[in-house]
């Protein structure tokens, strides 16, 4: 039958309108220039190389009612009517409608509900290209080395000529200079009597410029690379905070004073870390001021009390200040039990230990100045509160410790012009770097809800020097002892020796790495990281009281047996939100025991290291160390840990039991986006949080700033977002600072699991003063960095790297640069510096020739090649001989051998290897070739993957498309939609109701094939993709492909379902 076009009133350009009900023609097309052709749907710009043969919009059936699957197909922007409209129109037999988009599995935008479709036919024309031709590629612009030359073709700058490239050929026409300028040209070095300047430029050498480029200045480079400095820029920075006070101490830096703020005392859930909030609070995000029900942030006030120590008494109910401080130093040290910092390290405060009443809900042990001050705001509001913490005998050792005594800290850094970093080893009192010092583990009672949440290690030697103490039981916030706990089926070689007893600690100083990680679910370190020490992942049990994920060593050492205690047990997976697979090595695996590891970096380096919550990549000029997943406790668990965890995504495993023990459980966490409304956080709703842990090693220092989006002078953002924690009525997590375009973990999608669950944070006023706060208004954030003037390293773009990459050399400002391109690897930029070749290499055999009777090659702009018999003689420009030089083919006269040399070809052999033979290689590289075997391509759809396989080129990738499963109507033939939409030229976004495409989900669960279920209900993607075979195919019944044939990919069969439930559905095209 005879198709009509069904306009409606979608389209109401004058060359559709016209078309209304008259019948659809069409022509079969064959375009002898093109190699290949493909329909693309969603846009009407052809990828680069391909050209638009026409352009339209797509077209099918109706989607429901009587009407039956069509396919959908693109019809000319410009249609026609069959036979010039003087047949039968209006029969109503076979109709066609414009397809219009449907959202659901269609993300919109980037698409537009009820909006038409549009579409292009592509083809790949032979010879030809819209671009530039870079060799035998068509390339959209030349590369940096390279200008656009005539014919559009790419052609190599001049060698004096920097990375930025050039505009032609000549070294004047350079955009800046590799080495330096001389009277507006490119040159090697600066001729006699001149010198180069700051900028490279050759200038008089009697001006005797300083590095300002000032005439008789006397400013010269320091140490750090800074012309005129001191020599300080590039020192070491730690950054701390000082509880209760408004000033830093000595010679640091305050970077901003502040707020103190954390979840209420009196609420289960929110963050248990305290913050210091500072006192111009911004938010250039948006943000809604009304009650979201998510994580709180009140103000934070002291609750000492007539019984406490008298220096304390004054500002009992006042509320809690707070100025974060800049050391010159990089490392930082709390010491816990004791005023006295370890030999040669310098004390910057010390004081006592404070965290929330023993009843209430979990805070975090913080060291309050000694001579703690009022802060400003109203008074005893009752909300975050802050008591004084006493030690308590059993696990704890009593001595040296006494009962019911205020427990005493202080904060430390390191000599002057001395760097590192320093980590708790649980489980050991030794340490595999410099002990600092030994002590024991220590937290809150297993079955108390207040206290603080974080572990202590509480050094063997307490001191109150200094300090004003009670021995009197105030009950107010406690401190235990902590013991190892569980059974002998889980590690039982490890809770053989240990089992019962106390866990000892150390603090270890590692100089010259200024950086580590604790890496949770594996106890191997991630490329480029040493192993500092390896074990399993501890916290409490999950029903008991929360407490901290902490990493005891694998070979754990007892402490004494003791009562009353910190329980801390093994940590076991739960599978859900952390995807688990018992046929993959390095998967999780429900109910096993995690393993940690606590890694520096492997070679000495100045660094700093963050974790970048909800992206799945580090910000430019930071390296990936590893990329994770959040992971934390069930949200309505008493028990396990507080902290958020980045966990591994490879696991691996030392002594384990994949059988329940109940200890510590943990969890994958997923956003729940209340309040903010972007479509940035709507779309990650209920799914999993990614993380990225990043090294930054041109920052000397770095930390989380929460309330503001905007970094300390001097400081830089790596990235900003919004504070998150979970519900103010669950129980007590992290607060994190997550990037404000966050992401999904995985491929996955959405799970909405609902196990570790984080929200986003608001102020709540009372203590916390507003203004300059706002009540309900969402908390920003920003991760910021001390960013260092040079690179004791390599540059490499952005990025401050260890050593430049293989194909890469290092100039001399040590800024990483391309080798030649047919070098693989290199000592500088030029064609006779390669140290081996990618391709075929042009060696040198004697030191001269006579001329005479020889065959002078001129290879490139800067090396010619002299040949006479068996001989060749490379040389330069200037006639110096070189070793050699590497070429993509051997020239004429040369011949390649099974070493890739090219050597004379004394038998006059072609390529073929014929004597005399007329055969060449073309530019294609192929023998006796017409120049035209590597422009011939074909096309194909990688459906269920967003990437194509192999050395194919991907044309674009999308969303597969289809009519919904329910309708009758509309396009039988799945799209590949592309991700970049067009927009339509008449565009409508109002529902014309005639037909509809929609995006694809799986239904795999419980249809036998295992692989599959994983991506149950996932939306799936699909990719457009060009190979430089001349044909594809695809093999229905067999993953294998015929002989002589290559695999490109290889799956499933999958259609809709076969039947349903509808009467009407049995004669529905969709079926099958």
Request: with cysteine.
């Amino acid at each position: 039958r005879s198709s009509d076009l069904q306009i409606g009133s979608a389209l109401r350009g004058q060359d559709y309108s016209s078309m209304q009900d008259r019948e659809v023609p069409c022509a079969v097309c064959e375009n002898l220039g093109s190699s290949s052709t493909f329909t693309l749907y969603g846009n009407a710009t052809c990828p680069m190389g391909y050209s638009i043969d026409f352009v339209g919009y797509v077209f099918s059936t109706y989607h429901t009612s009587y009407h039956r699957k069509g396919d959908f197909i693109c019809v000319d922007r410009n249609p026609e009517a069959f036979n010039n409209g003087r047949g039968t129109s209006n029969d109503d037999q076979g109709r066609l409608y414009p397809v219009e988009y449907a959202c659901g599995n269609l993300p919109c935008p980037p698409y537009v509900a009820n909006r038409e479709v549009i579409c292009a036919q592509c083809s790949k024309i032979v010879g030809s290209c819209d671009g530039y031709w870079n060799g035998v590629e068509c390339v959209s612009e030349c590369p940096p080395e390279k200008y656009a030359g005539s014919e559009r073709r790419c052609q190599y700058c001049d060698d004096q000529c920097g990375s930025n490239g050039c505009t032609g050929p000549a070294p004047s026409e350079c955009i800046a200079c590799f080495n330096v300028s001389y009277q507006n040209e490119c040159v090697a070095e600066c001729p006699n009597g001149t010198i180069p300047n700051p900028n490279n430029t050759c200038v008089n050498k009697t001006a005797l410029l300083d590095c300002a480029g000032v005439a008789g200045g006397s400013k010269d480079y320091d140490s750090c690379g800074v012309c005129g400095g001191d020599g300080t820029s590039c020192n070491h920075r730690a950054v701390y905070v000082r509880w209760g006070r408004k000033s830093c101490p000595g010679d640091a830096r305050k970077l901003y004073e502040g707020y103190t703020g954390s979840s209420s005392a009196g609420n289960s859930g929110s963050g248990f870390r305290r913050l210091c909030l500072p006192r111009d609070p911004l938010n250039s995000f948006q943000h809604r001021d009304s009650d979201q029900t998510s994580a709180d942030m009140f103000g934070s006030e002291y609750e000492t009390g007539s019984a406490g120590p008298s220096s304390s008494q004054t500002v009992s109910n006042r509320p809690v200040p707070c100025v974060a401080c800049e050391a010159a130093r990089g490392a930082v040290l709390h010491i816990w039990g004791s005023t006295a910092c370890p030999s040669r390290w310098q004390r910057e405060y010390f004081g006592y230990v404070m965290a929330n009443y023993y009843t209430s809900y979990k805070g975090e042990y913080v060291c309050v100045d000694a001579n703690m001050e009022q802060g400003d705001g109203a008074t005893n509001q009752n909300q975050d509160r802050w008591y004084m913490t006493e030690t308590y005998c059993g696990s704890l050792n009593c001595p040296p410790y006494v009962n019911y005594r205020e427990a005493a800290c202080a904060v430390c850094i390191p000599p002057a012009n001395e760097s590192g970093s320093v980590y708790i080893r649980w489980g050991k009192k030794t340490c595999p770097s410099s002990l600092l010092y030994a002590g024991q583990a220590a937290s809150e009672q297993y079955n108390t809800h207040g206290s603080g949440g974080n572990a202590l290690c509480m050094t063997d030697f307490p001191s109150w020097t200094g300090l004003q103490t009670n021995d009197g039981n105030q009950a107010g916030s406690r401190l235990y002892g902590a013991r190892y706990t569980g059974n002998s089926v889980s590690l039982p070689n490890f809770f053989k020796r240990v089992s019962g007893k106390s866990v000892p600690c150390a603090a270890c100083y590692v100089q010259q790495k200024e950086a580590y990680i604790m890496a949770p679910g594996s106890d191997e370190c991630p490329n480029g990281w040493s192993l500092e020490y390896k074990g399993y992942l501890f916290a409490g049990y999950y029903s008991h009281k929360r407490s901290d994920w902490v990493c005891i060593d694998q070979d754990a050492e007892a402490g004494n047996p003791g009562s009353t205690s910190a329980y801390w047990y093994p940590t076991e997976v739960r599978c859900g939100s952390i995807p688990c697979s018992t046929s993959q090595q390095d998967s999780y695996v429900s109910e096993r025991e995690v393993t940690c590891a606590v890694c520096t970096p492997a070679t000495q380096r100045r660094s700093s290291v963050y974790v970048r919550w909800g992206r799945t990549t580090c910000p430019v000029g930071a390296s990936t160390v590893y990329t994770g997943l959040a992971a934390g406790a069930y949200h309505s668990h008493a028990g396990s840990g507080l902290s958020s965890l980045c966990l591994r995504t490879n696991a691996t495993y030392n002594e384990r039991s994949d059988l329940n023990q109940y200890g510590a459980l943990l969890y994958g966490m997923e956003y729940q986006i209340t309040g903010l409304t972007s479509r940035d956080y709507t779309n990650v709703n209920n799914a999993e949080i990614p993380c990225s842990v990043c090294e930054n090693v041109l920052a000397a220092s770095t930390f989380t700033l929460f309330g503001k989006d905007v970094c300390p002078s001097g400081y830089v953002s790596d990235y900003t977002g919004y504070g998150f924690a979970s519900y103010h009525g669950q129980y007590k997590t992290d607060f994190i600072c997550i990037d404000n375009k966050p992401e999904k973990f995985g491929k996955r999608g959405t799970l909405n699991d609902d196990q570790a669950l984080m929200y986003p944070m608001e102020y709540r006023c009372g203590t916390l003063t507003c203004p300059p706060f706002t009540n309900y208004r969402e908390v920003v954030c920003a991760q910021c960095s001390y960013h260092l003037p040079s690179c004791p390293f390599f540059v490499d773009g952005q990025a401050c790297v260890v050593k430049c990459a293989v194909n890469q050399y290092a100039d001399s400002a040590k800024r990483c640069q391309k080798c030649y391109e047919e070098c693989n690897g290199c000592t500088g930029p030029s064609i006779t510096e390669c140290m081996d070749c990618t391709n075929y290499h042009v060696k040198s055999t004697v030191a001269s020739l006579d001329p005479k009777g020889s065959s002078t090659i001129k290879l490139n702009g800067e090396v010619t090649a002299v040949i006479k018999g068996n001989d060749i003689l490379v040389k330069t420009i200037d006639g110096s001989r070189i070793d050699g030089l590497c070429v993509s083919a051997c020239p004429n006269k040369t011949i390649g051998n099974a070493k890739k040399e090219c050597v004379p070809n004394s038998l006059n052999l072609d390529c073929a290897g014929v004597p005399n033979g007329k055969a060449t290689v073309d530019s294609c590289g192929v023998c006796d070739g017409d120049g035209t075997s590597c422009l011939r391509r074909s096309v194909f759809t990688r459906w269920g993957q967003s990437t194509c396989p192999g050395d194919t080129k991907q044309i674009y990738n999308g969303f597969l498309a289809m009519a919904h499963y329910s309708h009758r109507g509309s396009g039988s033939n799945p799209l590949c939609l592309t991700t970049s939409p067009g927009s339509s030229y008449e565009a409508t976004s109002a529902s014309q109701d005639g037909d509809l495409v929609y995006g694809t989900t799986y239904l795999t669960s419980g249809y036998g094939v295992s692989d599959l279920s994983s991506v149950n209900n996932y939306k799936a993607s699909c990719s457009v993709c060009e190979t430089n075979a001349t044909a594809t195919v695809t093999v229905y019944g067999t993953p294998e492909c015929p002989t002589g044939w290559k695999l490109e990919y290889r799956g499933y069969l999958m259609s809709n379902y076969y039947h349903s439930s509808s009467t009407y559905d049995r004669d529905r095209k969709s079926g099958s």
